[in-house]
């Protein structure tokens, strides 16, 4: 009788750990799926303050004027702007050459090449 009682016990031992077996594994997958959408509302959050950052830097008066000088070398029509090219930066691009063709007739040529009929690969 001993042996039929450890059968028993062994049996419900069994059948509880198989019904908690598939709760117990959605849980842990359910956890980590909202570990990784906390990192990604973090990230997100993160993404939103530069943005606002930027925001605030756009309006803020003489921010656009500040890069449209520095940057496009942008001036007024009664001002003189003047760039300054070091020998270091001369030399780093060597001498300057100009394309061998307009910009409009490489891309009118790509676009003859793309239109043209497939090369066989077999012949």
């Known amino acids: 009788m001993l042996t039929s009682r450890a059968a028993i016990l062994a049996l419900v031992v069994c059948v509880i750990a198989l019904s908690l077996a598939y709760p117990l594994r959605e849980y842990v997958l359910q956890r980590s799926q909202i570990a990784q959408l906390q ?21 803020r008066d003489g921010y656009v004027e500040d890069e449209a000088r520095t940057r ?3 001036q007024y029509p009664d001002e003189i702007t003047y760039i300054v090219i070091s020998r270091e930066d001369e030399d ?15 891309l009118w040529r790509s676009v003859v090449e793309a239109d043209g009929p497939e090369p066989d690969a077999g012949t």
């Open 72 to 74: 496009l070398h942008y």
């Open 92 to 106: 780093e691009d060597g001498p300057a050459s100009p394309p061998s063709e307009p910009w409009f007739e490489t």
């Open 39 to 59: 990192d990604e509302r973090a990230r997100m959050e993160e993404d939103v303050h530069a943005l606002q950052r930027r925001e605030e830097e756009l309006t």
